[in-house]
């Protein structure tokens, strides 16, 4: 196949002329209803904008039933048929107006099934043309159509490839150098993109990433593009309307992303050659034209000193609406329905850009250790009430996905919310963003990155813009142990439940009427450390407060450090005493602390699950012996897949867990043995 063949052309016109119905609804009416899609909290904003606009709005939940399928869920399309034929029977049309579909940022909304489906039930899609979704959902078709339009891209091969065989073949008889990035053709956000450094890795490596795509689209079609070291990725949103007419935004500069995640995103873009986003600009505005695009969307590119090259879009508002549209100081759900209307010339959408939105950063708050890289999810117990602030020249609002005694569940999604920051510029905003980070408090079963966000904004080459796409994942590194007050103070605060104490006394008792051998030894490890407990070192201004039950004791307070800091305390019960397990946060700081009561030579080697979701898959039958470094068991978390593997060899007798079954983060996964030497 040549390089500008591309990929599948059909799919493209299946689609073509089939989306009239849902490119040109009636124009915004009061009695009108609109179904929103995707997380809750761009969902709310979404619904505010269409508030503003007449609309009565509506909003997907997770536990709505039916449920939003996932897109690789086989029977995806008969579950969306489902959602809309509910939403239709419980919303019915008023004076003649149909009802809408909002896909908001979800996986759906790049879907061209989306408007075809909503037709069946008579509802409007506020989306652009079908003919549009369908090219822009396979990346590999948008991007050889934009070369054929004289926009540069880093594609090594148009020709797909679908397993780890083809790709190492790709390698071999190209010739090409590592590393190399590969993607999904149809996207997936942070799990349609995989680098690979070298050519050992890619067995081991791309079997998991590949079976990670399969879940999430369904099908596994790759293709490969070229790495550039030390790039900028820059977004270009934009919208299009019928009569040709053309709007940029503000473009985004969203570098700082970890495993393709953009968990930093500024606006406007900065330390940028002005020529080369000049041109990708210019690409942008000749490219919609092109495709015919009608309503709302974005290019994105690796800009490389003067050079640009177009490596995604996207035909839907991006997750980084909320802040360009801060900063052009317009609304985006106004912008597509004046894109989606048709008859007399209208004119635009207002844009009154204001001072305290000169320049806007996105952070986005997710459930993981972001040190080990692993989610998170659990139970909320405590959360701060701050949503909005108001500064001199700068104001920031904060959107969650979550409230209090709520849960991030293993099976939903890892965002658990935005926080947007503006000012007058970027160093300011950044300053302020620190500053709210640090107060921001959300505790409980689960771990957030508030600590990796304050580190990563405060690394001088971030304060000064000197970044670009590949820095998080290979020059940031956070800190691993907190400071050795902070350090005695996790390591203590567990020790003060009564429930503790109580143990404690009936220990000191076992050690007086024992021998020696017999005494157990009683021991506090907090992460990796072993720490011995100290509660006159904990000086309490408020608190402590106990709570939960005998068997899972919590405790919850403010403590002041020996520099006059104060910081909250929340220790959240994970297992039960007496040996015990809790989830201790300071401040930023989240490490698990354990009371140990057994002698640890009589402690068996155990197995334990690293992350709270569902087993995906065990790799073992019992009584193999197991190589070290081996993935033996897969769970799923948060939509992850997280391999599971040992330092050393071992042996299973006995499975604990099967695949399917549901597993708490530091549960026994197998029964098993160390051979000996």
């Given at each position: 196949m040549s390089k500008h063949n591309g990929f599948c052309p059909e799919a493209a016109l299946t689609f073509k002329d089939m989306s009239k119905g849902a490119r040109n609804p009636p124009a915004a009416h009061p009695s009108r209803k609109a179904l929103i899609l995707g997380s809750r909290s761009v969902a709310s904003l979404i619904a505010r904008e269409l508030q503003d606009e007449g609309f009565e709005t509506e909003l997907q939940k997770d536990h709505d039933d039916p449920p939003l399928p996932s897109v690789g869920d086989p029977d995806a399309l008969a579950k969306l048929r489902a959602v809309f034929e509910r939403f239709a029977r419980e919303s019915p049309q008023a004076g003649g107006f149909a009802n809408c579909i909002h896909p908001g940022v979800s996986s759906w909304a790049e879907r061209p099934e989306l408007p075809i489906i909503a037709q069946e039930f008579g509802l409007d899609v506020i989306c652009p043309p079908t003919q549009v979704l369908a090219l822009f959902s396979n990346k590999l078709n948008l991007l050889g159509e934009a070369e054929r339009s004289g926009i540069p891209n880093l594609v090594l091969s148009f020709d797909p490839m679908h397993s780890v065989r083809e790709i190492e073949r790709m390698m071999v008889q190209s010739r090409q150098h590592f590393p190399v990035v590969l993607k999904s053709v149809w996207g997936s956000g942070s799990f349609g993109a995989c680098i690979a450094y070298e050519l050992d890795e890619l067995g081991k490596k791309l079997a998991l990433w590949i079976e990670q795509l399969r879940r999430k689209t369904g099908e596994v079609i790759i293709f490969s593009e070229r790495y550039l070291e030390g790039a900028r990725h820059i977004s270009i949103p934009f919208a299009r309307f019928p009569d040709g007419r053309t709007e940029l935004f503000p473009s985004l500069d969203v570098s700082l992303q970890s495993r393709f995640r953009k968990v930093v995103e500024v606006c406007p873009a900065i330390s940028v050659d002005p020529n080369a986003l000049k041109r990708a600009q210019d690409w942008t505005l000749s490219f919609a034209e092109h495709c015919r695009y009608i309503g709302v969307g974005t290019l994105e590119f690796l800009i490389e000193g003067p050079r640009a090259f177009l490596v995604d879009g996207s035909a839907r508002l991006n997750t980084a609406f909320p802040l360009w549209e801060r900063v052009a100081g317009t609304k985006a759900v106004s912008w597509q329905l004046a894109a989606m209307e048709t008859g007399t010339l209208s004119p635009p959408p207002e844009r009154t850009p204001r001072p305290e939105w000169a320049t806007g950063i996105s952070l986005r708050l997710l459930a993981e250790d972001s040190l080990l890289q692993l989610p998170q999810p659990g139970r909320i117990q405590e959360l701060s009430n701050d949503r909005e602030w108001r500064f001199k020249g700068s104001e920031a609002e904060l959107h969650l996905n979550v409230t209090v005694n709520s849960e991030i569940s293993p099976s939903g999604s890892e965002t658990v919310g935005n926080l947007l920051v503006g000012g007058r510029d970027f160093k300011q905003a950044v300053t302020i963003a620190q500053g709210i980070l640090n107060q921001f408090w959300i505790a409980g079963s689960l771990q957030t990155n508030e600590r990796f966000l304050v580190e990563l904004l405060s690394h001088p080459w971030v304060r000064e813009g000197i970044f670009c796409a590949g820095f998080v994942d290979e020059e940031f590194a956070p800190a691993v142990r907190p400071p050795a007050e902070i350090l005695?103070?996790?390591?203590?605060?567990?020790?003060?439940?009564?429930?503790?104490?109580?143990?404690?006394?009936?220990?000191?008792?076992?050690?007086?009427?024992?021998?020696?051998?017999?005494?157990?030894?009683?021991?506090?490890?907090?992460?990796?450390?072993?720490?011995?407990?100290?509660?006159?070192?904990?000086?309490?201004?408020?608190?402590?407060?106990?709570?939960?039950?005998?068997?899972?004791?919590?405790?919850?307070?403010?403590?002041?450090?020996?520099?006059?800091?104060?910081?909250?305390?929340?220790?959240?019960?994970?297992?039960?005493?007496?040996?015990?397990?809790?989830?201790?946060?300071?401040?930023?700081?989240?490490?698990?602390?354990?009371?140990?009561?057994?002698?640890?030579?009589?402690?068996?080697?155990?197995?334990?699950?690293?992350?709270?979701?569902?087993?995906?898959?065990?790799?073992?039958?019992?009584?193999?012996?197991?190589?070290?470094?081996?993935?033996?068991?897969?769970i799923e978390s948060l939509g992850i897949l997280v391999p599971h593997a040992s330092p050393i060899d071992f042996q299973v007798s006995e499975w604990k867990v099967r695949a399917e079954d549901p597993v708490s983060v530091g549960q026994d996964l197998a029964k098993i043995s160390v051979p000996e030497n």
């Open positions: 005695r103070i996790l390591g203590s605060i567990c020790s003060l439940h009564p429930k503790v104490i109580q143990l404690s006394r009936v220990s000191r008792l076992a050690n007086v009427i024992s021998s020696p051998e017999s005494r157990p030894a009683v021991r506090w490890a907090v992460g990796d450390q072993w720490v011995s407990p100290d509660v006159s070192i904990i000086k309490w201004v408020n608190g402590p407060e106990f709570w939960g039950t005998a068997d899972l004791p919590g405790i919850s307070g403010t403590v002041k450090l020996s520099n006059g800091q104060e910081q909250r305390v929340c220790a959240y019960p994970i297992a039960p005493v007496p040996e015990g397990k809790w989830q201790v946060r300071i401040g930023h700081w989240v490490l698990m602390v354990r009371r140990i009561s057994a002698p640890r030579k009589n402690r068996e080697p155990r197995a334990l699950a690293l992350v709270s979701g569902k087993v995906h898959s065990v790799l073992y039958r019992e009584g193999v012996t197991i190589p070290a470094h081996e993935t033996f068991l897969i």
